[in-house]
């Protein structure tokens, strides 16, 4: 069955920093674009970054840009998000998921997702 | 960015149908995707590409798109579809994804 599994949450100081990860398993990794999507406490969906299955070309929110790095090693299955300059407003469940199709390129068609690790920002 | 409108809820009784709508400027010219989220679950994918139901979704789910609104349809609502429901589709002068705020189903 094809499976994705985050970990590197936690609870992270203000300004400090956090790298998450996401595994995926029983599919060809490297065929499919990646996505991270959170989830604040009570609130909805946000996007907020991808990545390419090559991982030649990335994509960020306006909220993610400038401080958050997606990045992936096909080798290990593994996809990442190294978050920098932590704000109280990051405290949410982070999601990563997997594109529908075989593509070189982010559609944001999320057919298979993880459950999420929790990462809180709090001094 | 590109907004996506969504109501906060919807109710309906179990065997009714639901609609929850999914608003943004000439959203028609857009592929729209729908997301189900059960409480302490993860999203799943229902319909994509405004009408494709994903696999495993039953037929009770349908999806439109025309105008400034997209719709999911539930018909023969059950107590199992209680969660919240999600809109998206791609921001192209984001150059990414974006959703809607979501509306929470509830049967009553």
């Known amino acids: 069955e094809m499976q994705l599994v985050e970990s590197g949450g936690g609870l992270e100081q203000p300004g400090g920093s956090l790298r998450l990860s996401c595994t995926g398993s029983?599919?060809?990794?490297?065929?499919?674009?990646m996505s991270w999507v959170r989830q604040a406490p009570g609130k909805g969906l946000e996007w907020i970054s991808g990545?390419?299955?090559?991982?030649?070309?990335?994509y960020y929110a306006d909220s993610a840009a400038g401080r958050f790095t997606i990045s992936r090693d096909n080798s290990k299955n593994t996809m990442y998000l190294q978050m920098n300059g932590l704000r109280v407003e990051d405290t949410a469940r982070y999601f990563c998921?997997?594109?529908?199709?075989?593509?070189?390129?982010?559609?944001?068609?999320?057919?298979?997702w993880g459950q999420g690790t929790l990462v809180t920002v709090s001094s | 960015s590109y907004v996506l409108t969504q109501p906060p809820s919807v109710s309906v009784a179990p065997g009714k149908t639901a609609t929850i709508t999914c608003g943004g400027d000439?959203?028609?010219?857009?592929?729209v995707h729908w997301f189900q989220q059960r409480p302490g679950q993860a999203p799943l994918l229902v319909i994509d590409?405004?009408?494709d139901r994903s696999s495993g979704i039953p037929d009770r789910f349908s999806g439109s798109n025309t105008g400034d609104t997209a719709t999911l349809t539930i018909s023969g609502v059950e107590v199992g579809d209680e969660a919240d429901y999600y809109c998206?589709?791609?921001?192209?002068?984001?150059?990414?994804?974006?959703f809607g705020g979501g509306t929470q189903l509830t049967v009553l």
């Open positions: 998921a997997k594109d529908k199709k075989v593509a070189d390129w982010l559609s944001g068609i999320l057919d298979l």
């Open positions: 029983e599919f060809t990794f490297a065929n499919y674009a």
């Open positions: 990545i390419s299955g090559s991982g030649t070309t990335t």
């Open positions: 000439n959203i028609a010219l857009k592929s």
């Open positions: 590409y405004d009408s």
């Open positions: 998206q589709v791609w921001d192209s002068r984001a150059d990414h994804p974006v």
